[in-house]
């Protein structure tokens, strides 16, 4: 972004609307969105300033760019507010889990899973993220291509279900991640869309999501069923499921579903992503690879990374920062006002939306001189404690701040050290590398790369 977002705060709500792209009668400003809807909320930030307001379909959005309004959403009038309707969308497949659900049954599930994230147990999973992640090495063959995307989806997935669910990958794992692929994608559809038909109603399209989303139930089911047969283990599934048996209304099994699924979702793919595109940029700029590289020599010497060597591996750490600065796995988030309240000096009615995009945030100049250069060297002296809360903020923040946040800044640690040492990635030459915003944000056509050995 070449101009900053200035901030403007008065004390008197206006009357009107905040300044916004003029829109259609019906769709609003729809068509002017697109697929990269990202460039859409540059676009609005830059024209219209820290708080720009837009319509799509019925809903009526505000986008918020200015660190200080976006900590009054998250944080200050955060009980005025609950997830938007984006979230609501992707209930018929993450039901009523922690991403989703609100009040206090949110606040009941959020204190039961919340010490299996602290950061003194998320430690204990780091010899299975290494330990995994080599047994990924041990199976590639140099020379061959393979595709970055895929083969971080995959690993980051094995690790959840071992570390969250204590369960091996038995092959069940690609059928789940396929229909849930399939899902996102038509669900993703349908957010797009003008018109939703409800679900109740058998048309093709609904017909394809309920199939895709039935299969994805029933492989979780299995996996909730293959850890019921088993001795309780120290993971959270068995935590969950003792849960349940205390307190019968508390977790049914219903919610036991939603939370695994939920936290099998939002545990992997946001990670994977952390990774893929880390390895992107790496590729771009060998200076910076060659700095990682020799930090790892000098911490690690060829072995797999420990937890204990995390503190140590700082270039590391700010390779993920300034990599998630650039292509934040969640670039999007949004509340939905429960009550008529002010911000920034205008009116915000019940039932409106607040948009608040990393994407537009992290790459403002005011905090990011040179916003699109990848400079992870930004992030070492001390950058993080010296920005506004909401400058950076990959994970999200205030009450519903990522639950996951330790876990994925170790796993990414761990994996990128530990692959590193041992393999580079040649991008395909004709390799097209895009962005595909839907919940969190894949390349659009993968990451094709050549295998050689370091
Ligand atoms: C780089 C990786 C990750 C990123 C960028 C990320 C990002 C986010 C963001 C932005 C939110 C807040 C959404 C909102 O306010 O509307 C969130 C919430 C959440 N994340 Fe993550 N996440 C990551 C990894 C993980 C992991 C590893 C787990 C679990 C193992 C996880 C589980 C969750 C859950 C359960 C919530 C909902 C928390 C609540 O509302 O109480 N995430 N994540």
Redesign the pocket.
């Known amino acids: 972004m070449s101009t900053s977002i200035a901030t403007s705060h008065t004390a008197t709500p206006h009357k009107g609307l905040p300044p916004g792209p003029k829109g259609t009668w019906i769709g609003g400003n729809l068509s002017q969105i697109g697929p990269r809807r990202v460039d859409f909320f540059l676009m609005l930030a830059q024209t219209y300033g820290p708080i720009a307001s837009f319509r799509a379909g019925r809903w009526r959005l505000f986008l918020v760019s200015d660190p200080e309004l976006i900590q009054q959403v998250?944080v200050t009038d955060a009980r005025s507010y609950i997830?938007h309707f984006g979230?609501r969308t992707f209930k018929p497949v993450l039901g009523n889990?922690?991403?989703t659900s609100e009040g206090d049954f949110?606040l009941t599930q959020?204190r039961l899973?919340q010490p299996a994230?602290l950061k003194t147990q998320v430690l204990s999973y780091a010899p299975v993220m290494a330990e995994l992640t080599e047994a990924m090495l041990a199976k590639w063959v140099p020379g061959t291509s393979v595709d970055i995307a895929f083969e971080f989806s995959a690993l980051t997935s094995a690790i959840?279900l071992k570390t969250?669910f204590g369960l091996d990958d038995h092959g069940d794992r690609v059928r789940v991640d396929e229909s849930l692929r399939l899902t996102f994608e038509l669900l993703t559809h349908r957010l797009d869309s003008l018109f939703q038909v409800p679900l109740v109603f058998p048309t093709p399209a609904n017909l394809r999501l309920k199939r895709a989303i039935a299969d994805v139930n029933a492989v979780i089911d299995g996996f909730i069923a293959q850890k019921q047969a088993a001795p309780p283990g120290n993971d959270l599934l068995s935590t969950m499921i003792a849960a349940q048996r205390e307190d019968g209304t508390q977790m049914t099994a219903q919610q036991l579903r939603d939370e695994a699924m939920?936290?099998y979702l939002?545990?992997?793919e946001?990670?994977a992503?952390?990774l893929t595109w880390s390895w992107y940029l790496l590729s771009q700029h060998p200076d910076v690879e060659q700095k990682l590289v020799a930090e790892w020599q000098r911490v690690l010497g060829g072995r797999a990374a420990r937890a204990s060597d995390l503190s140590a591996l700082t270039y590391t750490a700010a390779v993920i920062n300034e990599a998630?600065r650039l292509y934040?796995?969640?670039y999007v988030?949004?509340?939905e006002a429960t009550t008529d309240l002010e911000l920034g000096g205008y009116r915000v009615k019940k039932g409106y939306t607040i948009l608040m995009s990393?994407w537009v945030n992290h790459r403002d100049p005011k905090y990011f001189p040179e916003p699109e250069r990848f400079l992870p060297e930004r992030w070492l002296d001390g950058l993080a404690s010296r920005l506004p809360k909401f400058a950076y903020?990959?994970?999200?923040?205030?009450?519903?701040?990522?639950?996951?946040?330790h876990?994925?800044?170790m796993?990414?640690a761990i994996v990128l050290a530990t692959v590193g040492q041992q393999f580079k990635f040649t991008l395909a030459p004709d390799a097209v590398i895009d962005i595909m915003p839907q919940i969190t944000m894949p390349p659009k056509y993968g990451m094709p790369a050549t295998l050689t050995r370091r």
């Open positions: 998250l997830k979230a889990g922690l991403v949110w959020r899973l994230f959840a969250l939920t936290l939002a545990g992997h946001t990670t992503l952390t998630m934040p796995p969640v988030i949004g509340r990393q903020y990959p994970f999200g923040g205030g009450q519903r701040l990522c639950i996951g946040v876990f994925a800044l796993e990414a």
